[in-house]
């Protein structure tokens, strides 16, 4: 959440180092005086440093202010996302349609620009061959290596094979233009229609 500011008549202390409306330092101040610059500028008197001493405000539109750090905090969440690694699970005795729809959430997700944690779940016995673990991992990343790519060599963890795939950038950029180019292609053929022609228009009764 967007930090919270003590605004105008919250600001009880005294004194304070005001910063003006354009940056400029303008020194320190009564609270008092401050206010009143602030009334005669139609900005907020708004305390951004209130550890320093004596305390940091500025003059500034708080409304304005707020909605820009609520929109950075937007965009910083929405990068975090978007770097975030997904996890698909195989087990080891795996069919050929399980195979073909994980990858494809495995592809999906590459697309997306998101790493993606693969992992191999031996049970019991099969934790023994841990080579059927490897041939999976290494049949998943020849099936996607036009759009990812290990990151290293696969890594046991109990009773767990891992292995991270990551997006190539550049198919990842040239998949999402094409998908644009798509979309663009169909904007045009519904904007072209060839136009309809005029209805032919009766003869007139004899008389």
């Given at each position: ?33 401050a ?28 409304g ?55 992992t ?19 049949r998943?990343?020849e ?65």
């Amino acid at each position: 959440m967007a930090k919270e500011h003590k605004v105008n008549e919250q600001i009880r202390v005294r004194q304070i180092r005001l910063i003006g409306g354009e940056g400029e330092q303008i020194g320190i101040i009564d609270t008092r005086d401050a206010m009143n610059m602030a009334r005669e500028q139609g900005l907020d008197l708004v305390m951004v440093s209130p550890q320093a001493v004596p305390p940091v405000c500025r003059l500034l539109d708080y409304g304005r202010f707020r909605y820009e750090q609520q929109q950075n905090e937007k965009e910083n969440r929405k990068r975090a996302r978007s770097h975030e690694v997904k996890a698909i699970k195989f087990r080891v005795k795996i069919d050929d349609h399980d195979f073909k729809t994980k990858t494809g959430h495995v592809r999906r997700f590459l697309e997306e620009g998101h790493k993606v944690k693969v992992t191999i779940m031996f049970r019991g016995r099969e934790r023994t061959h841990p080579e059927l673990g490897e041939r999976i991992l290494v049949r998943v990343a020849e099936t996607l290596a036009d759009i990812g790519a290990p990151e290293g060599m696969p890594s046991m963890m109990g009773m767990d094979m891992n292995m991270i795939m990551a997006p190539k950038p550049g198919a990842v950029k040239k998949e999402r233009l094409a998908d644009e180019e798509g979309k663009v292609d169909a904007d045009k053929a519904e904007t072209t229609l060839p136009p309809t022609q005029p209805e032919a228009s009766e003869a007139p009764a004899n008389a």
